[in-house]
């Protein structure tokens, strides 16, 4: 006796197909449990290596070929001031995708075109990562100024990110320049 089933189907760019049972479409990934297994693990797909989704009922998801038909964003990372008798780089990261943006030395900056607009979670630490998340809904062709500093909480060293306007982050960045001169002559 034969038994049809419906499944969906994972065509990636390469042309490989896989069968399977989608639970979640993410910003960037997607969910899936191996067809052959509806009971075991749940895999995940970077969205980026996906042609299209089948699904079981016939209808298709697409995903963008080109993720370069958007636009992306300009961010500042900097931190302006050395903490006295402390090295350690300051880690700034994202929550999705899972990546590290920068780390930084004391009194440096970093520029990036960041090409995932939308809303984003930023995450930073030293040692830690804090448990406290800084959102950014980050527009197509704008310009983040990100001050990165350290703090002491008890034993602890914490570190935080705050927004800045244009003209403050472009004065703190200039000084920078001339503690580096400074150090130099």
């Known amino acids: 006796m ?22 979640e479409i993410l910003q960037t990934s997607v969910k899936y449990k191996k067809f052959e297994n509806l009971t075991g693990p749940v895999y995940s797909v970077e969205k980026s290596t996906l042609f299209m989704v089948k699904f079981e009922n016939g209808t298709k998801e697409v995903f963008n070929q080109e993720p370069t038909l958007y636009g ?49 979670d930023f995450a930073v630490g030293v040692y830690a990562i804090n448990p406290e998340l800084f959102t950014v809904n980050v527009v197509e062709d704008s310009t983040y100024y990100l001050r990165c500093t350290v703090f002491p909480r008890g034993l602890k060293i914490m570190a935080e990110l705050e927004m800045v306007e244009k003209e403050v982050a472009e004065s703190e960045m200039q000084s920078l320049k001339e503690q580096i001169k400074s150090y130099v002559n």
């Open 72 to 120: 992306s964003a300009t961010f500042y990372f900097y931190r302006p001031k050395k903490f006295a008798s402390s090295r350690p780089k300051i880690i700034v990261g994202t929550t999705d995708p899972d990546e590290v943006v920068v780390k930084l030395k004391n009194g440096s900056w970093y520029k990036m075109d960041y090409e995932h607009i939308g809303e984003r």
């Open 2 to 23: 034969n038994q049809l089933s419906a499944q969906d189907m994972l065509v990636f760019k390469n042309g490989e197909e896989l069968e399977v049972k989608v639970s």
